[in-house]
Every structure is written in C-alpha cells, then in structure tokens.
C-alpha cells in the first residue's frame, strides 16, 4: 500500500481499539514492518487532527503507546453520551482495585481477587479501560485515558483516580485491603506463578 492507505490503516486501529497502542503492536497487526514508517504515520496524522483543530487528538502515552481520545475540554460535556462498559460485579471488583492501587503488578491483583482475575484483565484490556505493561516476572497494570472518559475523570491522572476510588475500595473491599496489607491471615505475601488460567464468571463476587 501506499502512503494514504498506510496512513489510514493506522488511523483506523487508533480509532476502533480503543486503548493505548505501541508501535510494535501496530506493527504486528497491520504487518507494517518499519517502527520509523509507523511513527512518522502516526505523527502525520496527529498533525492533521490538530491543524483542522478537532475534538480529537492522538498523543503519546505510557512512555511508547499512541491513543486516539477526545480532546479534555470536549470530553467532560459528552461523557454523559458514552456507553458505560458491561461488567460484570467482580470484574469491577477487579477493575476497582486496579483503579485504586495502580499501578499493580498482574500477580497482586490475581492474589487479592483469585484466579479469576485473569478473565477479568483480559476483558478489561480488551475494552480498553486498563493497560499492562511487561514488569519482571509479571505484568504492571493501571486505568487510560478512555477509563477516565468513560467514569468521568478529567484526566486519566492516578493521583486523582486513587482518590476518588479510595473510600469505595475500603468501605467495601475492607477485606481484600487487609489482605493486601498484610493484616489478613498472617502470612507473608507470595507472588503467584503467571499461568493463563481459563474460569468460569458464574457465580463470581
């Protein structure tokens, strides 16, 4: 393909996934092999986006990912219009906790909620609402920028996210807290294997 299609191809895997994106990810799943053709894309069209001075943007995030969003100053006035995501209540359980303790190794979160987690964190990565990134032996996760859209955040800023997440999680999470605190049974905290485990939700907290 040629500059333009190249060009919207990266356009439309900003746009249709949701979340922060690496050159490398974008790589691998439009099979543009050149990380430096790919930037250069990106930029481009970061550029247009902001000479017709959109709503939207495309910036640099996390260090190495890209993320198509609404501009902050337009997000606030239709965040109200966006769909809110179907979770399920231990998926929020879980995606509360990442919230408030972010960011937190993979492991932690799969110790304090059970190996279910795993299917939780899949699906909230898939829907965009968290991230993870290598971290040793494990993954490190935390919120982006479509979580603080979607729950009315004016910035996917941790700081203010623990905040707001703080009483929730102790009031109704005291006992993972304590657990996480070591205040539970006693025992010292050990870091689970990472193994991608397939449960089932039925019936999950």
């Known amino acids: 393909m040629g500059l333009l299609e190249d060009k919207a191809l990266v356009e439309a ?21 050149s990380l430096d053709y790919l930037e250069k894309l990106i930029e481009l069209i970061a550029a247009e986006y902001a000479e017709r001075k959109s709503a939207i943007e ?3 995030v996390l260090g190495d990912k890209y993320v198509m969003q609404v501009k902050q100053e337009y997000s606030q006035r239709v965040v109200h219009l966006m769909p ?45 609402l968290i991230y993870a990134e290598p971290y040793e032996r494990t993954k490190l996760l935390g919120t982006t920028p479509k979580f603080a859209e979607l729950y009315g955040f004016p910035e996917n800023d941790p700081n203010i996210i623990k905040e707001a997440f703080k009483k929730v999680v102790h009031a109704e999470y005291s006992d993972l807290i304590a657990k996480l605190e070591g205040k539970g049974d006693g ?14 939700m039925e019936g999950e907290e």
């Open 84 to 128: 809110r995501p179907d979770l399920r209540t231990g998926e929020l359980k879980t995606l509360a906790l990442i919230a408030y303790l972010q960011p937190i190794e993979q492991s932690k979160v799969v110790k304090l909620r059970g190996s279910q987690a795993y299917e939780h964190i899949r699906k909230l990565l898939g829907m965009g």
């Open 13 to 33: 895997a900003l746009f249709v996934s949701g979340r922060p994106l690496s050159a490398k990810e974008l790589s691998r799943a439009l099979g543009i092999r």
């Open 187 to 200: 025992e010292e905290f050990q870091e689970p294997q990472e193994i991608e485990v397939e449960t089932s």
């Open 58 to 60: 495309v910036v640099r």
